[in-house]
Each structure stands twice: as C-alpha cells, then as structure tokens.
C-alpha cells in the first residue's frame, strides 16, 4: 500500500476537498480499493460546468449520479459555479437535494460570453 492511502480517512477527506472540482475528487475512486469509496464522504463538494467545458446532458448526468451518492451525513459547503449550460429545473432540484444536509450552500453563476 502506498503511504498516502495510509493516512487516516478524516485527513484524506480533507486533502479530497482541497482538490478544484467534484470531479477530480470522483476520479479518486480510481487510484486503489481504498480510494474507490472514499470520494462519497468528502465534507465540501464543488460543481463546475464551465471546467473542462463539458457538455450539457454529462455535466447534468454526472451532477444527478455524484451527488445523490454521496453519502455524507453533513455537507459543510456545496458550491455550484455555473455557465450557460445548466437548466433552471436541474439546479432546482439539486438545491432542494441540498437542503437537507447542507450547512452552507453558495450557487455562483457565470453567464457564458458567447451565448445570445
């Protein structure tokens, strides 16, 4: 076993937080049967569907999957920052998801500058 997996779940947690996007955090899950759970825990998730420029129906996809897998008890902060992409009934839902678990929920949106 490598010596960061060695490392106790509450510090990798906090190191998974750190990193830019839910996304990468998912990708985690790939490194080793110790990492393939751990990403459902993290405390503070990020959302942002002006990364990588994604395409509407997988970002939506991948939001609806991660995010109602998660399984922390409490979400000390959910962040959404979105573009032009994202419809008004996907953010709607995820924010009433939300609700129940959320300490502090911050929705930032960044209007696409190539959109009408």
Not at 8 to 19: G, R, S, T, V, W
Request: with cysteine.
């Amino acid at each position: 076993m490598d010596r960061i997996s060695q490392l106790p779940d509450e510090l990798l947690l906090k190191i998974l937080a750190m990193l830019p996007t839910m996304k990468d955090v998912v990708d985690t899950m790939l490194l080793s049967k110790r990492w393939q759970f751990l990403w459902m825990m993290v405390p503070r998730i990020k959302y942002n569907d002006t990364y990588k420029n994604p395409k509407y129906g997988s970002f939506s996809l991948f939001v609806d999957r991660s995010f109602f897998r998660h399984e922390a008890p409490v979400i000390e902060a959910l962040h959404f920052k979105l573009g032009s992409i994202c419809g008004s009934e996907d953010i709607q839902a995820w924010m009433r998801a939300a609700d129940k678990r959320c300490h502090a929920c911050d929705l930032e949106y960044t209007k696409c500058s190539s959109c009408g």
